[in-house]
């Protein structure tokens, strides 16, 4: 059952240093057909100001389980809490934004037209100047008041990008928008993320390129048919495995699967 909405985040103290819980996933479980487990039992949670991975093969249910934070399917079972929120509330759904995996934007607006409508959205307005800045910076200088239709495949991502950059969210939720962007776009959002982590925001970030999470994710979380089967920080899984890509084949090749 989710919790009331306004229960605080949930605190804990690790050294000498307080740790708040901005996603707080319990016991998450879901089925589509009513038959099958998509998600069983998934909990995990993402601390203020981190950077969390989440890796698995195809259809181990990283975007189902992204749609149940996002309420995008109804939870059926658990508990997701926003910020101390409950998942469907508006005070949670004001804490998140979710970039996801295809590449849908409104075509009919430029990117300009869609940044405002976000800020409308988020009531937050929109930084035009920032979002002009980072247009030039990931090399899309002049394009902002262009339709986002004329936008190529990567343009269109690192568009998903700056929208994130610019509403700067509590938590940024990533499924797999890297994808397709070139390497000196992927360098700026890496460094963008960081920032991000910095100012105290938190990204939950779905990707198969774990050299990526090497280099970003404070912990990576593996979730594989639905289970989760391990939730490290990332020097740990390192110092342990010698790579996330090992930890994974390692966990796929097992008799334990
Ligand atoms: N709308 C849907 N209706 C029925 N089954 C679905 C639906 N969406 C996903 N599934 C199934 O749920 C399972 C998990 O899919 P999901 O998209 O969550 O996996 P994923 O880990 O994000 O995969 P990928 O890495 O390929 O994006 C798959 O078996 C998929 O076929």
């Not at 960081?194 to 100012?199: A, F, I, N, Q, V």
């Not at 280099?215 to 939730?231: I, K, T, Y």
């Amino acid at each position: 059952m989710p919790g009331r909405p306004g229960t605080p985040a949930r605190r804990t103290r690790r050294r000498n240093e307080v740790t708040v819980t901005l996603l707080d996933i319990r016991n998450v479980s879901y089925s589509y057909d009513g038959t099958v487990n998509v998600l069983a039992d998934v909990s995990l949670s993402v601390e203020e100001g981190t950077i969390v991975g989440l890796v698995g093969p195809n259809g181990s249910g990283k975007s189902t389980l992204i749609k149940n934070i996002f309420d995008l399917v109804r939870l059926q079972s658990g508990s997701l809490r926003v910020g101390g929120h409950e998942h469907a509330s508006p005070e949670a759904k004001a804490q998140g934004m979710y970039l996801s995996s295809n590449d849908y934007l409104p075509e009919f607006l430029t990117a300009r037209e869609y940044l405002s409508l976000l800020g409308d959205l988020f009531r937050t307005g929109t930084d035009h100047c920032a979002a002009l800045e980072l247009f030039r910076r990931f090399s899309m200088e002049g394009r902002y008041d262009h339709l986002i239709e004329d936008y190529s495949h990567g343009m269109r991502k690192k568009t998903q990008l700056v929208s994130a950059l610019v509403m700067r969210r509590p938590l940024t939720v990533i499924d797999e928008t890297l994808n397709g962007i070139d390497l000196e776009a992927l360098h700026l959002s890496e460094r963008e993320f960081r920032r991000l982590r910095d100012e105290g925001r938190s990204i939950l970030l779905c990707t198969h390129d774990f050299a990526v999470l090497e280099r970003l994710a404070d912990r990576v979380v593996f979730l594989d048919l639905g289970h989760v089967v391990s939730d490290e920080p990332t020097h740990e899984l390192i110092a342990e495995h010698g790579s996330v890509a090992t930890m994974v084949f390692d966990h796929l090749g097992s008799d334990e699967r």
